[in-house]
C-alpha cells in the first residue's frame, strides 16, 4: 500500500516568504500521477500542479513542484495573503487496480 | 463554467442506507471518467471510488468496498453513490470529482455532506 508523508505538518510563515512543502512516497511514483492540492476552509481542494510539476490552468507562477521518484516538493516562492491553507500531495497508481493516495496535509499558516 | 453540483447528504443512522447524487454542466459528462472524494470532520482527503466514463468499469477503496456503488447516467450528465451499511467513520464531506488529466482530481464539487449518528 502506498504511503504519503507530507512534512512538515504546519509552516509559520510571513507574507512575502518562500514556502518549502515535502511529499515523500513510501514507494516510488509514475512522476506523471503527482499532484498538488490547496484546500481552505470551508472550500473544495483545487488542483494546483499535476504531473509534479504542471500548473494547472489559472495557477500562479509563484507555484511549482518539482520531484521524482520517492520525493516530491511544492515551492511557494513568496507567499500571498491568500496562500495560507492546506495543501495536499496525491499520487496515482494504475497496478491491478487504480488507486489514489493523499498525504495527510501540510498547513501553511501565518506567523 | 464547469460545475460539479453534489446532493443527497444527510444525517444517517449506523447501517443506514443513502443515495449521493452529482450533477455535472459545462463539459462533455460522457467522455470523462469521474470520482467520489471523501474529508471526515477535521481530516484529511480519502479517494472512495471512481467510474469509467461508460459507466462499466469501476473501483473502490478498500474502506467502502462491497458496501458503496458507483454509478452514472450520461443522459443526464450525473454520478451516483449508493452507501450501504454505513458506519461512523463514513461521515464526511463527500465530493464530486472529474478526472481529465490522467490521475488528477482536476475539477471538484462543493461538497455534500453525510453525517452518520444514531
Known amino acids: 500500500e502506498m504511503v504519503l508523508t507530507q512534512s512538515p505538518g504546519t509552516l509559520s510563515l510571513s507574507p512575502g516568504e518562500r514556502a518549502t512543502l515535502s511529499c515523500r512516497a513510501s514507494q516510488g511514483v509514475d512522476s506523471r500521477y503527482l499532484a498538488w492540492y490547496q484546500q481552505k476552509p470551508g472550500q473544495a481542494p483545487r488542483l494546483l500542479i499535476h504531473a509534479s510539476s504542471r500548473r494547472a490552468t489559472g495557477i500562479p507562477d509563484r507555484f511549482s513542484g518539482s520531484g521524482s521518484g520517492t520525493d516530491f516538493t511544492l515551492t511557494i516562492s513568496r507567499l500571498e495573503p491568500e496562500d495560507f491553507a492546506v495543501y495536499y500531495c496525491?499520487?496515482?497508481?494504475?497496478?491491478?487496480?487504480?488507486?489514489?493516495?493523499f498525504g495527510q496535509g501540510t498547513k501553511v499558516e501565518i506567523k | 463554467e464547469v460545475q460539479l453540483l453534489e446532493s443527497g447528504g444527510d444525517l444517517i443512522h449506523p447501517g443506514g442506507s443513502l443515495r449521493l447524487s452529482c450533477a455535472a454542466s459545462?463539459?462533455?459528462?460522457?467522455?470523462?471518467?469521474m470520482s467520489w472524494v471523501r474529508q471526515a470532520p477535521g481530516k484529511g482527503l480519502e479517494w472512495v471510488s471512481v467510474?469509467?466514463?461508460?459507466?462499466?468499469?469501476?473501483y473502490y477503496a478498500d474502506s467502502v468496498k462491497g458496501r458503496f456503488t458507483i454509478s452514472r447516467d450520461n443522459s443526464k450528465n450525473a454520478m451516483f453513490l449508493q452507501m450501504n451499511s454505513l458506519r461512523a467513520g463514513d461521515a464526511a464531506i463527500y465530493f464530486c470529482?472529474?478526472?481529465?488529466?490522467?490521475?488528477?482530481?482536476?475539477?471538484w464539487g462543493l461538497g455534500t455532506t453525510v453525517t452518520v449518528s444514531s
Open positions: 496525491q499520487q496515482f497508481g494504475d497496478g491491478n487496480s487504480p488507486r489514489y493516495s
Open positions: 470529482t472529474r478526472i481529465g488529466i490522467p490521475g488528477t482530481f482536476e475539477i
Open positions: 467510474i469509467d466514463k461508460s459507466g462499466e468499469i469501476t
Open positions: 459545462g463539459f462533455t459528462f460522457d467522455i470523462y471518467t
